[in-house]
């Protein structure tokens, strides 16, 4: 709840913080691998952001919505 508090308020470094801390409490949680991949994407950092919905991706491979978000990060990036 925290990093998605901060992501909100649009503050995405402190948003970072606080969903690297989840993942190593909750290191295969898919919704912060998700909400961690978004903030990375509006921080520009799009090779981390795909690799973090990569990561949720293989835990929860029938999740559509996490499907839907790389789709729109690779359409974003003209790679598809």
Same mark, same amino acid.
Request: hydrophobic content about 45%.
């Given at each position: 709840?925290?990093?998605?508090?901060?992501?909100?308020?649009?503050?995405?470094?402190?948003?970072?913080?606080?969903?690297?801390?989840?993942?190593?409490?909750?290191?295969?949680?898919?919704?912060?691998?998700?909400?961690?991949?978004?903030?990375?994407?509006?921080?520009?950092?799009?090779?981390?952001?795909?690799?973090?919905?990569?990561?949720?991706?293989?835990?929860?491979?029938?999740?559509?919505?996490? @499907? @839907?978000?790389?789709?729109?990060?690779?359409?974003?990036?003209?790679?598809?």
């Amino acid at each position: 709840l925290l990093g998605a508090s901060w992501a909100k308020l649009d503050r995405i470094e402190l948003a970072l913080d606080a969903y690297d801390l989840g993942l190593k409490i909750e290191p295969f949680s898919t919704v912060l691998l998700q909400n961690s991949a978004v903030a990375l994407s509006k921080a520009g950092e799009y090779s981390r952001a795909i690799e973090r919905f990569e990561q949720a991706i293989e835990r929860d491979d029938s999740n559509p919505v996490l @499907h @839907h978000n790389l789709g729109n990060l690779y359409l974003k990036l003209g790679r598809i």
